[in-house]
């Protein structure tokens, strides 16, 4: 399955705690992007990557959050000294450049859950 | 923040009947998508219509588009079971990167 990636699936966190979850985009895909979905509403921006470079932030996207991507190739979001208000899934989607934002591939997310 | 709103909120119909969702958005767009998210996984882009277009048809699925009004409805035909999702509207707007999602209409088919 050559689609969008992401790991974990599931993460249980403390308050407090330090969390990085990855994606990997469909190879040759230039955009990357990150999006916060809390039960019963429809995915919140928080990034997103052409390449290697970060080139819009949302205000949702607290000093604790940092978000990369190296080489242009796979992705980390980090959330630090998490809170329960962290709880969230937390979606990565690509795009080829060509087609901006078109059409975006989705990952299957990875479920956040702070106790 | 959301861009727009889906009515309904939460949908059920027999297997077989048609479903009918609306989106209204806020700002003038540059397009407008319909996406599918089944429980727990990732979306799944359906359809894309331009500004400049106001219907289009993809298998059974047809979506109509209102700028003078802000608004676009998903028309499922011959429901099935695996229908049964979340859907999602979203747009972008000129000079503008990124998709903002509507807050979903839940469809629910019954066999």
């Known amino acids: 399955d050559t689609g969008v990636s992401q790991d974990p699936r599931h993460k249980i966190t403390k308050r407090g705690q330090n969390v990085t979850f990855r994606c990997d985009p469909i190879s040759e895909h230039n955009r990357l992007y990150w999006y916060r979905q809390t039960l019963g509403q429809g995915p919140e921006f928080l990034t997103y990557f052409q390449n290697e470079a970060q080139l819009e932030k949302s205000r949702l996207l607290s000093d604790r959050f940092s978000a990369e991507r190296p080489k242009g190739s796979f992705s980390t979001l980090e959330i630090q000294r998490t809170e329960q208000g962290d709880s969230a899934m937390y979606l990565c989607?690509?795009?080829?450049?060509?087609?901006?934002?078109?059409?975006?591939?989705f990952g299957s997310g990875t479920q956040l859950s702070v106790l | 923040s959301q861009q727009g709103e889906e009515d309904p909120q939460a949908l059920s119909i027999q297997e077989g009947e048609n479903a009918t969702m609306n989106c209204s958005y806020k700002t003038s767009i540059n397009n407008l998508q319909w996406y599918r998210q089944n429980s727990g996984r990732g979306l799944v882009h359906l359809i894309l219509?331009?500004?400049?277009?106001r219907e289009k048809h993809s298998g059974r699925l047809r979506v109509t588009l209102d700028t003078s009004k802000k608004s676009s409805s998903l028309l499922i035909t011959a429901s099935r079971a695996a229908d049964t999702a979340s859907y999602f509207c979203?747009?972008?707007?000129?000079?503008?990167?990124?998709?903002?999602f509507g807050t979903g209409t839940r469809l629910t088919i019954i066999p």
């Open positions: 989607a690509s795009s080829p450049l060509r087609q901006g934002t078109e059409k975006l591939f």
């Open positions: 219509i331009r500004s400049n277009e």
């Open positions: 979203a747009t972008d707007y000129f000079g503008n990167e990124k998709l903002t």
